[in-house]
């Protein structure tokens, strides 16, 4: 498939603020870098990173709206978590618009909360997105660390982190999340 990646560009510089269209060039550079190690398409990889977030400002009514006119129904725990819509209605857009292939849609559907029995595909975008180089949070040194001895280790402690962060704001923790750090602990799908 060709991939017409100005395209994608000129999209999200529609769509996105200066910062959010930053973090997306730098998850892309990292996720290609990452698939360059781990086994994916390092092209797929790039694209999947440039889109990621290519609805992540959308205003929640029209995401709603957007949910609605696609029969896509959210669980209550989504419902009262927004900041995860974009990542539902960004696959959705990708699919539909640029008619781009399963692992780079599922990649972008599964980037916020992750899920068990994730693909090559998923785990590098999940994990880019911890670790592009835009990210300067304290422990994102440890995270590239480990991103580099395996996805794995890399997305249990982005994982824990999600769930440390939304337990300690109250907050409904993703039953997909949860799954995804029980299976990654338990040792489940380390080779996928």
């Not at 360059?36 to 398409?41: A, H, I, K």
């Not at 395996?150 to 402690?157: G, I, N, R």
Request: proline share 4%.
């Amino acid at each position: 498939m060709d991939y017409n990646i100005e395209v994608y560009k000129e999209d999200i510089t529609r769509r996105l603020s200066p910062f959010r269209l930053h973090h997306s060039f730098c998850v892309a550079d990292c996720a290609r870098a990452l698939s360059e190690v781990y086994g994916w398409d390092p092209e797929k990889a790039y694209v999947a990173g440039i889109l990621h977030d290519v609805l992540k400002e959308q205003p929640e009514e029209e995401a709603l709206a957007f949910f609605a006119a696609r029969g896509i129904a959210l669980t209550p725990v989504e419902k009262a978590a927004p900041k995860l819509w974009h990542a539902m209605a960004g696959a959705a857009y990708i699919e539909e618009v640029y008619g781009l292939p399963a692992d780079i849609v599922t990649a972008v559907r599964w980037h916020t909360t992750g899920r068990a029995h994730m693909s090559l595909a998923e785990k590098i975008l999940f994990t880019a997105d911890f670790i592009s180089a835009d990210r300067d949070y304290p422990g994102v040194d440890d995270m590239r660390a480990r991103a580099r001895q395996s996805l794995e280790l890399a997305m249990e402690e982005g994982l824990r982190f999600t769930i440390f962060e939304l337990s300690e704001r109250r907050r409904a923790i993703h039953p997909d999340t949860l799954a995804a750090y029980n299976e990654i602990l338990l040792g489940g799908n380390n080779d996928a």
